[in-house]
């Protein structure tokens, strides 16, 4: 079975992330800018310019991040009541 398109896309960008030779780039972009776009908008979503500056926030509303339910964790260690007096298992961790 051959690779998906998103594979190959994967693929391509990574080859073009690691070309450091401006001349080869500069034909590339030529190549992209002649190739004929059946759709832009897709074009568009698929290519999104890298960001100057991203931040924390930014990425914690574009990821829809919950953050940590400490209460539930805490409900889960004390319904989970191991018993270890003698530190066994932070020793185990720690050897």
């Given at each position: 079975?051959?690779?998906?398109?998103?594979?190959?896309?994967?693929?391509?960008?990574?080859?073009?992330?690691?070309?450091?030779?401006?001349?080869?780039l500069d034909l590339l972009e030529k190549i992209f800018d002649s190739a004929p776009v059946a759709n832009t908008a897709v074009w568009a979503k698929?290519?999104?310019?890298?960001?100057?500056?991203?931040?924390?926030?930014?990425?914690?509303?574009?990821?829809?991040f919950q953050g940590f339910d400490r209460a539930g964790f805490d409900k889960i260690i004390e319904e989970l009541d191991v018993q270890d007096p003698d530190g066994e298992l932070l020793k185990l961790l720690t050897s």
């Amino acid at each position: 079975m051959g690779d998906t398109i998103d594979t190959k896309k994967v693929r391509l960008v990574n080859k073009i992330t690691a070309v450091q030779d401006e001349a080869l780039l500069d034909l590339l972009e030529k190549i992209f800018d002649s190739a004929p776009v059946a759709n832009t908008a897709v074009w568009a979503k698929v290519v999104k310019p890298i960001r100057q500056r991203q931040t924390i926030e930014d990425m914690v509303q574009e990821q829809n991040f919950q953050g940590f339910d400490r209460a539930g964790f805490d409900k889960i260690i004390e319904e989970l009541d191991v018993q270890d007096p003698d530190g066994e298992l932070l020793k185990l961790l720690t050897s």
